[in-house]
């Protein structure tokens, strides 16, 4: 059974801070790696993904991957209200199927 | 570009009825999905279509039948609908690139099963 852990959350953070999600996965035959984001009440939306070793920046969003430790994080640098939302970590194992986490959910406050 | 399209948006159902959740993409991928997620269980899948003509189990497949109409058409069908089924159905589809696998999501579909 592959599997892929979060915590669960509220990670509460102050507008402006850096938020740290983090994300581990059972299957080391594991080959990408996908963030997800879901406001309450509507679909997943990707941020990002990675699939090599170390990290991968686009914005205020940075992925971080380390395939020896089975881990894999996002950071979000002057983290808004706007980024309150569930953060999905999905993982590719399989040729297209994803195995995702149950989420973590992300609070900013003003 | 609409991206993908499911329908309805809310459907309520009494226990034993049928029904059919129909999914459309106009991105032309080869691969569509269909998972369910509820409350503290997160996404899980249920059938996916890695290509036309394709369909193969995921991790929740009882209770439920599906239909690759054509490439862009994906539809999941409850038989005998149970208060077990209440959830978030949302379909999902992607195209492989060096094997990442980005999927984008429908708006998903809720169904209340009484």
């Known amino acids: 059974q592959k599997e892929v852990e979060q915590n669960s959350g509220p990670l509460s953070v102050p507008e402006g801070a850096i938020a740290s999600l983090n994300c581990t996965y059972s299957?080391?035959?594991?080959?990408?790696f996908f963030w997800y984001r879901q406001y309450s009440g509507k679909s997943p939306e990707l941020i990002m993904f990675?699939?090599?070793?170390g990290d991968k920046e686009d914005g205020r969003f940075t992925a971080q991957l380390n395939k020896a430790s089975q881990y894999v994080s996002l950071l979000i640098r002057d983290s808004q209200p706007s980024d309150s939302a569930t953060y999905l970590c999905?993982?590719?194992?399989?040729?297209?199927?994803?195995?995702f986490g149950k989420g973590t959910m992300l609070l900013v406050s003003p | 570009n609409a991206g993908v399209t499911q329908t309805p948006k809310f459907q309520v159902l009494k226990t034993g009825q049928s029904m059919t959740l129909q999914c459309a993409q106009d991105m032309n991928h080869n691969s569509m999905y269909w998972y369910r997620q509820d409350p503290g269980m997160g996404l899980r899948l249920i059938y996916y279509s890695a290509s036309e003509g394709t369909t193969d189990k995921g991790e929740v497949p009882n209770g439920y039948n599906v239909s690759r109409l054509n490439k862009r058409e994906f539809s999941l069908r409850l038989e005998s609908a149970a208060p077990s089924q209440t959830s978030v159905y949302f379909c999902?589809?992607?195209?492989?690139?060096?094997?990442?696998?980005?999927?984008?999501f429908g708006q998903g579909t809720r169904l209340t099963v009484v």
């Open positions: 299957d080391r035959g594991s080959q990408s």
């Open positions: 999905a993982v590719n194992s399989g040729y297209s199927t994803l195995t």
């Open positions: 999902a589809s992607s195209e492989v690139h060096r094997a990442v696998a980005e999927a984008f």
């Open positions: 990675i699939y090599s070793n």
